[in-house]
């Protein structure tokens, strides 16, 4: 196996691009060093791209956030002016694993690994968050929603690195939220995820949504028909329970040690319900 | 596979050393550097054992390759206390019996470190949640916690 | 905090008040272990050491045609390989390990599988080389041919007569007439006393349940670890990780055809071990490749190798049946416990009938057990190794019993409970004993006062284990400046190095800090059983103690020389040799301290040796009590709050008796709500790591108070009870008694993880 550490995201680029064997990007670690240790994968190239000064960036713009790849959970933690934008994605990076984890975990690692249950996606995807992606043949922006594709495939082509995630900015009124499920209290995967986002009028009726599931497919959801359920709504009671239909509904979940299908499909409605809770006085409060 | 050539800080000390590229901070902190005092407990970040400190952050070693500490500083729990001189953490893990088997005990020090220094005043449920990424089997957590929090309110003065 | 009951029973041998004994010093091995100086079994490093590692079946069953290692031996780096060849069979023989038997012709092929692999991680080869990396890909370079064959994982399954059957010469023992057909159930074994069917027939009401519990793992945070070393003459030494040096000796001497003292063996600190280090599975490769590559070599198993291939405690199938009069006192009970021994015979069944019933008086009791193999890792003892399963069972039936007849559950347990003089369901009479007493504290504890919430409930169980004593030497050598060196043979799992200079300090009447210990090696130290059946404080007290009094009968004999007076004349009082009779006031005492000094002079070295068979050990009984709430639409259980009472006897160092009812309490909790080994319809072990093997986190539980009782055990020169096991026992029950109380619903299943949880709730509502 061979060790990178390039300081450019050219010179990032055109290894990835030029390797003859496995390649992996290397940001916080804590899903490639797991799968290296457990022979799931043996790379022949490792490009470690926390070298890259902008990967390490978070930066204001147009009203929203561009945090860098290498951004740690732990650092996007501290940044109070992110957190308070967007709540929901922030506790959702900060829910993957331990205190440890949060030291060297980044939310495009967790999105570029592509597990199905993968607990910043859902939040992202819920967010509108946009993934800029710089390749051999250039940049491009990719909704976040269109990253994953199957369990551990991303639809990036080779050589193309994810280098940021822009969260835009909120129109007044706006809250979002991630709950996840979980058997114990820290440390498990999760069984199931939602992540919800909406903006209220002044007159408080809900005039967009966006509800995401996360572990309930194989690969992190965008749900329509919850949004449908919310907007135009007060988000009342009678509309959470659509909600929690529509996201139990549009669940394709299996019966793995973590959760059975069932359980999934039900827990799924319970959480969307419970994260538009949250995401709506948020967004009552601001 | 020709070695890569590391040179780090451990411990306030200037260190080189000579791993492979699939060698952990772990594995290089052990077998390298005969630092055996951060523990392999699981070698996939599930139990904390052998949390130190890369660069002031808590991090698993076990998730950090050797050759990421090029440049940066590594703090274990050899370096912990100071001289003769025990860290509050450590003399009032001992005064509270918090360790039965003691092969958890590094890890939790190194992390409660790292707790005491973003947050001084921890509730017990912040310790708790702070500490969820660290292992005990022996102690069931309770003399831990409250270890913890008696360091807390020695190390602020009150 | 934890209070601490005295009782009207005076510890023996301790006329004056207590000065050490009681207290809560730093622990003597403390300091290294806070600093990280302390070195457990992977952490010794020496020169030209090798690594080893092993090659382990994929399958759970089949048959091993033939393994091929010559491309792996050829492998620039691998020093040397090891497959059952170099490993000579054994005939059967069964020898105690802890609790629990073995039998070497077992032994012999669960650390190398011979003709058969029975589980998947089962080791068919080991290799040392002089990188772990080579070492791993010398293990992908062995050719072995399997024949797989059907495999059975679940205990009910294994019994039945269409089973694939693991051991073509396994015929039940225990059943008349003799079967003439091999089947997977090794033996069956039954304890009775008195007339249950007439009982039965005097009952008011009975309740008769089944319970499944699935295997748990001691889930020790060290991985098993050693390093072996076989010089050219056959002398060797191991270092590891292990509850018994002395057992590791013992086995390695066996398995390698040595001499027991050609191998020295050193116990390394132990990063826990529960049980499931009272076996040996590295060790004895460790040894075969030392002594074939002439190199040290190093094992240490990956976290995943431990789950896979080191022996958790068995998963179960209980039914419990109890009668009782309307005024709740028990007429007679019957239970059928069916425990998985994993790939060999030999799981913790008998202790498992034994103990099901022991906290009752009772005239009527039918246990019948059986102990049945299956693909699965061999099991290993595991805290009160087969009594939580069964427990668990009788405290649930025994709650639903009380809440039938609308009796409180602790006067129905008060009611029924076995006190000093009960001829106990498995034999003997007890003793003094303090189950009623933790039952007591329980009920006017202030916890139990307390008002609880909606989808709260609350819940309590007993327990109860046995304790051995056992084989036990320990020396104390009186050093030139009157400080002591003390061996203890017992490796320090939770703090029982401080409570044996505890001890040693009390019974020589020195200051602790002049004590200072060792655990010994196999060489240094006459022969001592493992720590384990919580029997280490009590033990070692014992020992410590009988070595202490030579200590001091022969300070008085060094007294009575020096002052030229018959050493009947010397006292020993509070460290000091004074006179006494008729010489009493005739000369100034002589301290310990000055009589060290004059040791050389007055006749040599002093020291005490003591080699002893522990007997008396004293069972210790325990109730639980615990609150937790259900989140209804999750299924999700979360402890609010727990209490321990239990008794120890005497609480040498309090702080560590509180720290085993609190680690016992916490692993029960895991056990109850989210542990088990998860397998695939293939045979493979899903969850082989603490990600899906999931085990209580500091988020997970809140303090968990205790109550230290204290009946003393009067065969104790402290009253010391072992405490270590029976914390274990009872929070299974209690969390199931809470549930109910919370849900309405009675949960048979372990672990009540959400799903089942959730699942239950929706049956019950009628929403399913």
Known sequence: ?????????????????????????????????????????????????????????ITAENGGFRIGAAVSGAELGEHSEVSRLWPGVVEAVELIGSTQIQGRATMVGNLCNASPAADSVPAMIAADAVASVVGPAGRREVPVEAICIAPGETSLAKGEIVTSILLPARPPHSGDAYLRFIPRTEMDIAVVGAGVSLTLDDAGVCRAARLALGAVAARPLLVPEGASALIGTRVDEAALAHLSTAASAACKPIDDKRGT?????????VLARRAAQIALERARAN | MAKIHVTTTVNGDAVEFLCDPEQTLLDVLRDELELTGSKEGCASGDCGACSVMLDGRLVCACLVLGAEAEGRGVETIEGMATGDELHPLQRKFLEHAALQCGVCTPGFLIAAKALLEKNPDPSETEVRYWLAGNLCRCTGYDKIVRAVLDAATEMRGS | MATVLKTDTPAPQSPHALKWVGTRPIRPDGVDKVTGRAKFGADLILSGMLVGKVLRSPHPHARIRSIDTSKAEALPGVKAVVTHDDFHDLPSEFVPAGEMLVNYRDMVRNVMAREKALYEGHPVAAVAATSAQIARQALKLIEVDYEPLPHVIDVVEAMRDDAPVLHDDLFTAGVEPPPTKPSNVAKRVEFAIGDTEAGFAEADLVVERTFDTKPVHQGYIEPHACVASVSEDGQAELWCSTQGQFLVRSHCAKLLGMDISAIRVTASEIGGGFGGKTVVYLEPLAMALARKSHHPVKMVMSRDEVFQASGPTSGANVWVKIGATRHGRITAAEAVLKYQAGAFQGGPIQPGCMAAFAPYDLANVKVV????????????????????????????????????????????????????????????????????????????????????????????????????????????????????????????????RASSCLMAAEALGIDYDKVRPIIADTSSLGYTFLTGGSRATFSNGLAVNEAAQQVIKEMCARAARFWEIPADAVTWEDGMAKPAGANAGDFEPLSFAELAKMAGKTGGPIGGHAHLNAQGAGPSFGTHLVDLEVDQETGRVTILRYTVAQDAGKAVHPAYVEGQYQGGAVQGIGWALNEEYIYGPDGRLQNPGFLDYRMPVASDVPMIDTVIVEVANPRHPFGVRGVGETPIVPPMAAIANAMEQATGIRFTELPMSPPKVLKALEAANGAG
């Open chain 1, 1 to 57: 196996m061979r060790y990178e550490a390039p300081e450019s995201l050219d010179a990032a680029v055109g290894l990835l691009a030029g390797a003859t064997g496995l390649a992996r990007v290397l940001a916080g670690g804590t899903d490639l060093l797991v799968q290296l240790r457990s022979g799931l994968i043996e790379p022949d190239l490792v490009v470690d791209v926390k070298k890259i000064p902008e990967m390490r960036r």
């Open chain 1, 261 to 269: 299908i069932d359980y999934r499909i039900k827990v799924a409605g």
């Open chain 3, 369 to 496: 057990g059986f102990d049945v193999v299956s693909n699965r890792p061999k099991v290993a003892a595991y805290r009160a190794p087969g009594a939580p399963i069964s427990e668990f069972a009788v405290e649930c039936v025994i709650d639903e019993l009380a809440k039938e007849l609308e009796i409180d559950p602790i006067e129905f347990r008060l009611e029924n409970a076995a006190k000093e003089g009960t001829r106990a369901a498995y034999g003997p009479k007890f003793g003094p004993i303090g189950l009623i007493d933790t039952l007591r504290k329980i009920k006017e504890s202030e916890h139990y006062r307390t008002p609880l919430g909606p989808n709260q409930g609350r819940g309590i169980a007993s327990g109860f284990w046995f304790n051995i004593g056992g084989e036990t030497s320990a020396s104390i050598n009186v050093n030139e400046d009157g400080t002591v060196t003390l061996m203890a043979g017992t490796p320090d799992i939770g703090g029982s």
